[in-house]
């Protein structure tokens, strides 16, 4: 991605305020020469947050690496 696009794909988790997902920085990978956005993600599947879930780093690199993880946690959106 390029940074205007990081940054986009960052803004929108953040709007998302999501439990599962947070932001730590957009970042620029020089071997791969793209920004990157850095994040804390929870695996774990579900509403209700408990104090043995674990925390783990990644690198969203593209606009379709993060639709395909709100897909995979679509279960946890409420409907109204």
């Not at 205007?4 to 599962?20: D, H, P, Q, S, T």
Request: proline share 5%.
């Amino acid at each position: 991605m390029d940074k205007l696009e990081a940054e986009r794909v960052a803004g929108a988790i953040r709007k998302m305020n999501m439990e599962w997902i947070q932001v730590s920085a957009v970042e620029y990978n020089p071997l791969l020469d793209i920004y990157e956005v850095k994040c804390a993600y929870k695996r774990e599947r579900g509403n209700i947050s408990r104090p043995t879930d674990t925390w783990t780093t990644i690198f969203i690199k593209s606009p379709r690496q993060w639709i395909d993880l709100l897909t995979g946690h679509r279960d946890d959106f409420e409907l109204p």
